[in-house]
């Protein structure tokens, strides 16, 4: 089991930025890859980013391609993301996840753990 804890939402105004944090503990962290989705009220979950298990490799939606950034350090068992820039849009619940593989995927329903989420909340 992999338990996932996010924080570091919030509410912030447009150009702003955030980061998130996920914190992770369970079996061992570095033996699995990360993602960001977040989910919009009527909207589905959609992929953010997503890191590999050793960090080299990095993946991002079009949507955020340049604004945001995803890293991680596995001495301390945590994931995060850097929200730059941030827009209206951008306003949704952000989750973390974990899946048990060398590098992330896409498709959230791949991923085998999931934190409870935390509010982004951007306003004009």
């Known amino acids: 089991q992999v338990q996932l804890v996010e924080s570091g939402g919030g509410l912030v105004q447009a150009g702003g930025s955030l980061r998130l944090s996920c914190a992770a503990s369970?079996?061992?962290?570095?033996?699995?890859?990360m993602g960001w989705f977040r989910q919009a009220p009527g909207k589905e979950r959609e992929f953010v980013a997503t890191?590999?298990?050793?960090?080299?490799?990095?993946g991002y939606a079009d949507s955020v391609k340049g604004r945001f950034t995803i890293s991680r350090d596995n001495a301390k068992n945590t994931v995060y993301l850097q929200m730059n820039s941030l827009k209206p849009e951008d306003t949704a619940v952000y989750y973390c996840?974990?899946?048990?593989?060398?590098?992330?995927?896409?498709?959230?329903?791949?991923?085998?753990?999931w934190g409870q989420g935390t509010q982004v909340t951007v306003s004009s």
């Open positions: 369970g079996r061992t962290f570095s033996s699995y890859a």
């Open positions: 890191i590999s298990w050793t960090g080299d490799s990095t």
């Open positions: 996840a974990a899946i048990g593989r060398a590098m992330g995927v896409l498709n959230p329903g791949e991923y085998d753990y």
